[in-house]
């Protein structure tokens, strides 16, 4: 695994993270690395569609209906009842 430095942090942030770490029962280091997990892996890969992104959201709902892709398909309305 990697290691980080982060220098030059106000003195306000690291108490605020100290605390945020002891009410959470963690290392300082651990509730950081967390921290930065967590920011990191909410943000949408650059290299991904919207329909990779939807599929890796609903991934733990239980659905698993096939949908086939629709490339080179031309787009048509719905149309409802007739």
Do not use: C, W
């Amino acid at each position: 695994m990697a290691q980080l430095l982060i220098r030059n942090i106000e003195n306000d942030v690291k108490e605020r993270l100290r605390q945020r770490a002891r009410e959470r029962g963690r290392s300082m280091e651990d509730e950081a690395r967390e921290i930065l997990r967590a920011g990191v892996m909410a943000e949408p890969r650059k290299d991904e569609g919207a329909g990779t992104r939807l599929a890796r959201y609903f991934a733990k709902s239980g659905f698993d209906l096939e949908i086939p892709e629709m490339r080179g398909d031309e787009a048509r309305s719905v149309t409802f009842g007739k």
